[in-house]
């Protein structure tokens, strides 16, 4: 009866420890935290989605005129290298990001991405917490993005049918200061452009 016993106990051990349910160590014995796992334990790995309005620093930050002026590279996934290897179509061209109004008409050298919009749709459709939820998510490697900073992907559509400008267009908003595009899988920098 022992033997059984003792045999039945030694296997809900092992199962439990394979399903990781069992804590082989005790608080007197458990190792102090390296400095990765505090790292790790302190950055949320999370992105929040869905459609929300923009919060009023985002408007604040986003509404303007932009200059596309830095070609930044490629998405991981997909991208358009062979059209534009340096961006040079994109780069010194104009988008307007106004509350009642969206033009893409500035984007002279691509005529697939002439919008204008009156009233248009702005909405945050993801907020991620950090570069490694962003990532995770997007599968994009924004040069200079650093690991704890905010980025907010802005849907752009039209207010009537709801239906966003273009699957192939992205705006990503970096803590509030920094306007990056994302066009068929080429990224590239905004810079906003100064009012007189």
């Known amino acids: 009866m022992k033997k059984t016993l003792l045999a039945c106990i030694m296997i809900m051990l092992m199962l439990a420890s394979a399903c990781g349910n069992v804590e082989t160590t005790t608080s007197s014995e458990s190792k102090p935290e390296t400095e990765e796992s505090n790292s790790t334990a302190s950055t949320s790995e999370y992105c929040s989605q869905g459609h929300v309005n923009l919060d009023s620093e985002t408007e604040k930050f986003i509404y303007g005129t932009w200059k596309v002026k830095t070609h930044l590279g490629f998405a991981n996934s997909y991208n358009d290298a062979s059209e534009y290897p340096t961006g040079q179509k994109f780069i010194g061209d104009d988008l307007i990001i106004e509350k009642d109004f969206f033009s893409s008409k500035g984007l ?3 005529k697939d991405y002439q919008y204008e919009l009156k009233n248009p749709l702005y909405e945050i459709t993801s ?3 950090n570069y490694d ?3 995770r998510l ?3 490697e924004i040069p200079d993005l650093n690991a704890n900073d905010v980025v907010k992907a802005i849907d752009i559509s039209d207010p009537s049918t709801k239906i966003s400008i273009s699957v192939s267009v992205s705006f990503f908003v970096v803590n509030n200061d920094r306007l990056i595009l994302l066009s068929e899988g080429t990224i590239f920098e905004l810079e906003k ?3 007189r």
Do not use: E
């Open 133 to 135: 939820a962003f990532y």
């Open 127 to 129: 907020a991620c917490d």
């Open 138 to 140: 997007y599968k994009i």
């Open 193 to 195: 452009r100064m009012t």
């Open 108 to 110: 002279k050298n691509y």
